[in-house]
């Protein structure tokens, strides 16, 4: 059975930068993307990035390039999510997930998602 | 991007009802369509896949349908376990994107 572990939850300063870890295991890890979702207080679901750990290769939307940066190390099955910049805005539980791939017809595996990371954003 | 255009944003109904909730793509994403679960301190859970296809262990009175720009999704007799919120979310091109959602409630 795959399970996505993360890592707890965490304060952060206005204008520091968080990583939270998403470990993959049970399953097998490198060609199937790993995405990051958010969803703060009062807000739906926003997609943040995903990366490909076998190619090491990653996607952002457009308003997160610069601010986001997404690695995964083959060796312990872990992606990890870097935010920089953070701001008050920044506040959400945000998960680790893997969706169905683009113009897929079946699931690329198990399609799961980590029990999410509270972050906090607070002066 | 592909914006989704989800409604009702919420939504009371009875136990035992059918309830349908709609999502509106920008640009035909043909079949490439998921639809979630959402509860309170909980993680999203995967309904549907591919417009129709019931994610294993999906109840079935869970559907989907559309094709193109317009999608639904259908609750048939509302259980009380349903209350949730329920995004959909395109996957035809990146980024991935979700509609802002449906507040589910019990009248």
């Known amino acids: 059975q795959v399970q996505l572990v993360q890592s707890g939850a965490v304060v952060k300063k206005p204008g520091s930068s968080v990583k939270i870890s998403c470990q993959v295991s049970?399953?097998?890890?490198?060609?199937?993307?790993i995405n990051w979702v958010r969803q703060a207080p009062g807000h739906g679901l926003e997609w943040l990035g995903r990366i490909i750990p076998f190619i090491g290769s990653s996607n952002f939307p457009r308003r997160f390039q610069g601010r986001v940066t997404i690695t995964a190390d083959k060796s312990t099955t872990t992606a990890y999510m870097k935010l920089s910049g953070l701001t008050s805005n920044d506040t959400a539980v945000y998960y680790c997930?893997?969706?169905?791939?683009?113009?897929?017809?079946?699931?690329?595996?198990?399609?799961?998602w980590g029990p999410g990371t509270q972050l906090s954003v607070s002066s | 991007d592909i914006h989704m255009t989800q409604s009702p944003s919420s939504l009371s109904a009875s136990l035992g009802d059918r309830v349908t909730i709609t999502c509106q793509a920008s640009?035909?994403?043909?079949?490439?369509i998921s639809w979630y679960q959402k509860k309170p301190g909980k993680a999203p859970k995967l309904l549907i896949y591919g417009v129709s296809t019931l994610e294993a262990g999906v109840p079935s009175r869970f559907s989907g349908s559309g094709s193109g720009t317009d999608f639904s999704f259908t609750i048939n007799s509302l259980q009380p376990e349903d209350v949730a919120t329920y995004y959909c979310q395109q996957y035809d091109g990146l980024p991935y994107t979700f509609g802002q959602g449906t507040k589910l409630h019990i009248k």
């Open positions: 997930a893997r969706l169905m791939g683009v113009r897929t017809t079946n699931p690329e595996g198990a399609l799961d």
């Open positions: 640009e035909d994403i043909s079949t490439y």
């Open positions: 049970g399953g097998s890890f490198g060609k199937s993307a």
